[in-house]
């Protein structure tokens, strides 16, 4: 699919989406939490799909509700009804490192597959970790898929953090579901901690065993008994400051409008787009129905995008409206994203005028300068997508870009919201948007 965008102003009100870091950790614990989970504004992006076609294939029960989901799960150890049992992930990063040592709760085989540039990503960390836990597994040379056959048996462990706090998150569940007693999990180097502070949280709120956090380098279960997480659940999906920071950056480059059902009490990393904001000189205004956009000069700023890396698609479409240069840290992140988005980046903005220079872990945006509307690729990259939109809002002449559809993996109803706001935007071959 195409999608054509006209210079635009926006105005009005903008809901947020739902958050998939959010929704998929609710599919998770659901999953994990024997009895029945009521989860509230649940997510239909790609991704969000992609876990709730995994914890049905391994025995939970899902119905819509009223626009709520109801999930009925008979909790671990899971009894697939044959082996090898194949689950997909489609091409949710979050979905296999979750969710492999969950599978890993059955003594049934289960093959972990998936789509587009997930089977490229490394994945060999489970292959040095879920042996020591007495996981038998086989991969395919650290990439998909993935062949793995539980029980998993909870021990001390120490694991490498600095690729991703996905892998965390994903043993963390499964000690909890597994009844861990008296072990702890070391940490090295943890990466976007924000996440496992989300991840904690959804567990305790579907009642799950919640290790106690040591500093982020440890994490230790006690030893009394806890079962996981019997009975009743209900969980509110949060609204998604990843895919709201595009609709933030849209209002200060092209608007006069309020995005609503972001919460300011959020644990999510990519809250930390409000930071930027601020610090660009952006017209912005926190108020109690929602935050207030409008446009304003801005100026070249210095943010560390470490713990947050899936803010820099965003962050380089506002750096391109800032005068001077804004100079970004944590690039090193983004190299094993749905695209190397740190030159993905790079080589799409420069189509639109925009300079950007990359030197190890910094990147250095060259801002102020009017962008030139041009044909631009997603890559398959949901967020360099909806970046090149943002972006092209405020450019001098139509951009289009290739490859549009790619925001389904994470905001499906991207470029409806921008239209409703106000923006000009044409979309050719066929996309169905969910209501």
Known sequence: MKSTIQPSAL???????????????????????????????PGHSNDDRAALGIIQALGASVETQDGRLLVKSPGVPFHPGHSPLEVSCGESGLGVRMFTPLVALSDAEILLKGEGSLVSRPMDFFDSVLPRLGVTIRSNQGRLPLSVRGMLQPADIEIDGSLSSQFLTGLLLAYAAADARGVCIRVRNLKSRPYIDLTLDVMRRFGLKVPENQGYERFCFDAAPHPAGEGRHEYTVEGDWSGGAFLLVAGVLAGDMTVHGLDMGSTQADKAIVEALMAAGAGIAIEAKGIRLHRAPMKGFTFDATDCPDLFPPLVALAAYCQGDTVLRGAERLTHKESNRALTLQEEFRKLGLPIELAGDTMVVHGGHPLRGAAVHSRHDHRIAMACAVAA???QGETVIEQAEA?????????????????????????????
């Open 11 to 41: 105005r009005g009100r903008q809901q947020a989406p739902a958050s998939k870091s959010s929704m998929q950790r609710a599919c998770a614990a659901a999953l994990v939490a024997r009895g029945t989970s009521l989860i509230h504004n």
């Open 407 to 435: 925001v389904s993996k994470s905001y499906p109803d991207f470029y409806r919201d921008l239209q409703q706001a106000g923006a000009s935007i044409s979309l050719t071959n066929s996309f169905v948007f969910h209501e």
């Open 393 to 395: 809002l405020g450019a």
